[in-house]
């Protein structure tokens, strides 16, 4: 069988978010692979692992940029990628027509993506993706088997946690709690630098982003930080509840 | 005309539903308000719908008896084509974020996902919307004549219902074979209001010390103020609570009127779930803690005595 994951290249969570001429402006901050993706790397490595004649492939569309997180991914022991250059920001129903036609193309039987992007927080691409191909699709999976042809596992619905069965090929988001995802290390490291990303121009997608971004800003509220000292618990406690009482018409 | 997907639990019409009858109504779209409520045995369900929209379609068949996303999609998809609808609205809940993006490629339209806001101006439709795990408002825009929305939970006020019931039509759907098999449910069972829906959460986190400790201090507080609970991700990995009840990233998102954070640290992850609450409440030891940086109310010091006093407090 053959597994595909999208990866994306996103800001590290640690690093502030700057705002240049209305907009995000990435330039000197740390890009990392979005974590939901790591959790679909590892869990298709894990497939791999478990005796399943399986490969591999990232796919990224982006910058040049984008092919660090690929290099990291190959590191983890994905077998090879796929780089879709472009420095048009796509959205997440765009995006989605790339992958299904690169799936297409590679003939793939799963695809794993992450269940919210970290930074445009969306959690539309493996249900676009899904559609486009007409595969069936298990969003914010926290535990995947597979056998032959048969996926079982759980995932998160609404107030409840499901377990599910599927027929191959699907689409599987991902989310954390999945799996705990590896750390590539030195041989594994070297290895990648071998291993083929095979760019592809984005020309032959006939892809247009659907929505414009306009501006964006950073949130802050401005918070009234009333912070009190609560050496003497019973006093401090008191005190918040009356603050509570007076202030915020929240609390009865 | 605007479509509103009707979202519903336990047969009655969710919150989201009344929020998005506000956004319909202050979209600046001409059309009618349609509401369209899927599933099976709903009649009472399109009967609430009928004093919130203009119509309501209704799809009662048995196939829709349990959620599939490749059923809803394919059922919205056709109804919003048949409908000629301008505007689909469907809930930011995590079922209506799922099939949402089908629904958006079966009418090639653009999907804007959990929109804090929506606003026309002649063909041109803008919005906002959280990105960078909230840390950013990004405004966004498109001419498209057919655009799906995904509506943020608690970014609209819920609309009041009228007190004339609207006509209702039924709606024949065609709907594909259900690929996915859903073998088992485990609800969390709570008499306490909904996470998602409610004025107070109180949430606890590593601070609280134990499951022991987080019953006793954050269901304790909850209780006495009537709120929901509320967790962090380190303590529903540890088997603390549920993961119905995590908050942050890869939880829920609330944006209740007052949340209580006891024993949380304030990770950039957990705030993305909770920083748009009206005030935001922390106790904790650390007063370095990011979580302070973010409140309006706090106390430095220990969880364990103050949060016993402060349930002695609201009793009084």
Known sequence: MRILILIRQVLDAEESVRIRAGAVDLSGSKLVVDTMDEYGVEQALRIREGGAEAEVIALAVGPDRIQDALRTVLAMGVDRAVHVKTELALDAISLSKIVAEIARQENVDLILCGGQQADWDSHALGAATAERLNWPQITWTSALQVQGKALTGSHDAEDASETFAVELPAVITTQQGLNEPRYPTVPNIMRAKKKEIRVEPLEQFQVTPKLRVTGSEIQVKERMRKILDGKDALAAADQLVQLLRDETRVVA | ?316
């Not at chain 2, 539903?17 to 399109?46: D, H, N």
């Not at chain 2, 505007?87 to 996902?113: C, H, M, Q």
């Not at chain 2, 995590?246 to 009127?257: E, I, L, N």
């Not at chain 2, 779930?273 to 979580?291: E, L």
């Open chain 2, 1 to 316: 005309m605007i479509l509103i997907v009707a979202e519903y639990a336990s047969g009655k019409l969710s919150k989201s539903t009344y929020e998005m009858a506000t956004c319909a109504r202050q979209l600046g779209k001409e059309g009618p308000v349609t509401a369209l409520v899927l599933g099976a045995g709903i009649a009472s369900i399109a009967n609430e719908a009928a004093l919130l929209a203009d119509q309501v379609l209704v799809a009662d068949n048995p196939a829709l008896a349990q959620y599939d996303p490749e059923l809803w999609s394919a059922a919205v998809a056709q109804i919003a084509k048949e409908g000629e609808a301008h505007t689909v609205l469907i809930s930011g809940s995590k079922s209506g974020r799922a099939f949402s993006p089908r629904v958006a490629v079966r009418l090639d339209a653009p999907l804007l996902e959990d929109v804090i806001s929506v606003k026309a101006d002649g063909n041109k439709l803008s919005a906002e919307r959280y990105t960078y795990l909230a840390r950013v408002m990004e405004k966004i825009e498109t001419d498209a004549p057919v655009v799906v929305v995904t509506v943020k939970q608690g970014a609209f006020s819920a609309a009041t219902p009228g007190t004339n019931a609207v006509e209702q039509f039924d709606a024949d759907v065609t709907l594909p074979q259900p690929r996915l098999r859903i073998t088992g449910r485990s609800a969390a069972q709570s008499a306490r209001v909904a996470l998602s829906e409610a004025d107070i959460v109180v949430a606890g986190g590593r601070g609280v010390g134990s499951a022991e400790g987080f019953t006793a201090l954050v269901e304790g507080l909850a209780d006495a103020l009537g709120g929901a609970v509320g967790a962090t991700r380190a303590i529903v990995d540890a088997g603390w609570r549920p993961y119905s009840e995590q908050v942050g990233q890869t939880g829920k998102t609330v944006q209740p009127k007052m949340y209580i954070a006891v024993g949380i640290s304030g990770a950039v992850q957990h705030l993305s779930g909770m920083n748009k609450s009206q005030y935001i409440v922390a106790i904790n030891k650390d007063a370095d803690a990011p979580i302070f940086k973010v409140a309006d109310y706090g106390i430095v010091g220990d969880v364990n005595q103050i949060v016993p006093a402060m349930i002695a407090a609201l009793r009084k």
